[in-house]
DNA sequence: GCCGTTTTCGGCCCGACTGTTTTCAGTCG
């Protein structure tokens, strides 16, 4: 349904519609993925619903429905017989907007990337009017870039670059602040590019320095305060330079999201104030802006936890003093979820205990994977007795660390468990989990999923959806079905904190807890030093508006074990 | 297309950089 919106979208951009029109599809298309249920499929009770929503009226929610009902939309058809095709797909190009993508299609009749290709080897791109050779050579480039793949890059594999860029410009005299921003301040699990944000004085020529750093492979642009690089790595990073009494409304303009400052702008205006990247001005009179705390306080609001700033109704949160205290990484007690060498771990079983010892843990669950999957190379019903007998005695060794006896468990495809009911109950953590038959039809995996989670032993609903960001999309099932089920049987949901998984995601996170649900933040650890990805986990935890009063691993281990044995 | 203790019509966030033309439209974030 969302790209069938944001088609629409394109599609009015091309036509130089009123813009607002444009962004109210955009906004849709945001508002249906971020829907927590699926519509109904009655169109009168579907319209009902929508309208509820912000920034749907009567139309949207009547072109939504008929979306949720045919698959399609009679207004796009009918919109697009004006657009010359294959103009949308020239848009993705960055240079490439609704006006050039019209002219280009419509003087050189192209249709495609792949034309755009040919015009620009053949010379015919630089006889069209507007079109010079600079622009020529930024679009063969985009081009070849574009079609080398242009993704997403997972936060955790930007991070080392991010930081390192940060720390190289924070070194440069004459830098008061330096911060990364965007997407990534935000903690999205991927991000399209790194966004550094800079307080320095004028003559510190601070965006010369940037474009010099080593790894930048090309410039895409330079100005006095801003600039953008392209690095060897592909990924690409902007700056922007601001002098120290603006930094706090250019730390919040970088950040984002762009939805959340178009409506705090908006918040801004209806005081009679304009908030820009230099700060907060009523007239010429700048009133703010040296800190976050400053531009918020100036529309009458607390700071909002960057996380948060999605425009999923932190603001109104704000206004009513009721932004939820979210989670933090020393709030985690322990790991719920980790492998050893028993199974495909890399790390022994002592090993893994002396790394979450030196965490500061109260707790470790070892929860090495059944025999299913072969490849992992898991322990039947001995194994999981030898086992049980090693952390035995190395607990009775350990002082300040208890190691709990568990298991991830695969789930069969109808849904019952990969080992026997006696060895389930003498475990402390089952951890229950899909790793096949991830196209089952939404209605059997939800069937498969609740007869898994209705087996008495059950404490964790691992990776719920199996998904492997860029690689795998995770299994479909009735997520609100699961977590009533969830609330009932007290089965925990996982959030996994592998950077690839994030599994649950932040929206599930939030209905989850809206509906009663309990989560736990595991790093699924595979070896001693993949127990420090729990911070990943956490911050997506913080996306979903999760607090420290709802995830089971900050509870201290006695707290905590009366709520798994509560289960049996 | 949405929305309303400033409005049911007239607003809707705001600014930097590029390239090409020659005063600014287009694009991007």
């Known amino acids: 349904m969302a790209r069938v919106l944001r088609e629409m979208a394109d599609v009015l951009e091309l036509q130089g519609a009123n813009p607002f029109r444009i962004r109210a599809y955009r906004n849709a298309a945001r508002t249906v993925e971020e829907l927590p249920a699926p519509l109904t499929g009655n169109a009168r009770r579907d319209v009902a619903g929508l309208v509820e929503l912000p920034g749907i009226g009567e139309d949207l929610a009547g072109k939504i429905a008929e979306i949720a009902r045919t698959g ?32 280009l299609a419509e003087r050189l009749g192209v249709r495609s990337l792949d034309g755009l290709a040919r015009a620009v080897r053949t010379g015919a791109l630089r006889r069209v009017r507007g079109f010079g050779g600079r622009t020529e050579a930024r679009l063969r480039e985009a081009l070849a870039a574009h079609l080398a793949d242009a993704n997403r890059t997972l936060r955790a594999h930007a991070a080392p670059y991010a930081e390192a860029i940060a ?134 609001l607390p700071w909002i936890p960057p996380e948060l700033r999605e425009q999923r109704g932190e603001l109104e949160a704000a206004r009513q003093g009721a932004l939820p205290p979210l989670i933090e990484n020393d709030d985690i007690r322990g790991d719920l979820q980790s492998h050893t060498t028993s199974s495909d771990g890399r790390g022994t079983l002592e090993a893994m205990a002396e790394a979450a010892q030196s965490l500061g843990y109260e707790y470790l669950a070892i929860t090495d994977h059944t025999t299913r999957i072969k490849i992992v190379g898991g322990l039947d019903r001995a194994g999981f007795r030898r086992q049980m007998r090693r952390i035995d005695a190395l607990n009775a060794r350990l002082h300040s660390l208890t190691v709990l006896k568990g298991a991830e468990v695969d789930i069969n ?110 790093t699924d650890a595979h070896s001693a030093a993949e127990l420090h990805l729990m911070r990943w986990g956490v911050d997506q935890a913080r996306r979903g508006w999760v607090e420290k009063r709802h995830v089971a691993n900050t509870l201290p281990l006695s707290r905590l074990q009366a709520l798994l044995h509560h289960r049996r």
């Open 167 to 300: 720390a190289s410009l924070r070194a440069l005299p004459g830098v008061e602040r330096i911060e990364v921003a965007g997407s990534y301040r935000r903690a999205r699990e991927t991000v399209g590019d790194l966004d550094l944000v800079a307080s320095a004085g004028p003559r510190v020529k601070l965006t010369e320095r940037f474009v010099a750093l080593d790894g930048v492979a090309s410039v895409l642009g330079r100005g006095p305060t801003k600039a953008s690089v392209l690095l060897r790595s592909g990924l690409q990073v902007d700056l922007r330079v601001v002098p120290e009494a603006s930094y706090g409304a250019a730390l919040v303009y970088l950040t984002g999201s762009k939805a959340h400052n178009i409506a705090l702008r908006g918040l801004a205006r209806e005081r009679g104030l304009k908030i820009n990247e230099y700060g907060v001005y009523r007239g010429t009179r700048r009133l703010a802006g040296r800190t976050e705390q400053d531009v918020y306080e100036s529309v009458g």
């Open 72 to 103: 399609s939309l009679r207004a796009l058809r009918k919109e697009s017989r004006d657009v010359p095709s294959g103009a949308i797909d020239l848009m993705r190009l960055p240079g490439i907007g609704p006006k050039r993508a019209r002219l």
């Open 413 to 522: 495809p109808d849904g019952t468990l990969d080992l026997d009911d006696a060895t389930l109950a003498e475990l402390d953590v089952v951890v229950v989990s899909l790793h096949s038959a991830f196209n089952l039809p939404p209605q059997e995996q939800t069937r498969r999923v609740l007869r898994a989670l209705s087996h008495p032993s059950v404490d964790i609903f691992g990776h719920p959806t199996g998904r492997l960001l860029s690689r795998r999309r995770g299994a479909r099932f009735d997520f609100g079905e699961v977590c009533r089920l969830a609330v009932e049987r007290g089965v925990m949901l996982e959030v996994n904190a592998q950077p690839e998984r994030l599994d649950i995601d932040d929206v599930a996170c939030r209905s989850a807890i809206a509906a009663g649900v309990r989560p736990v933040v595991s």
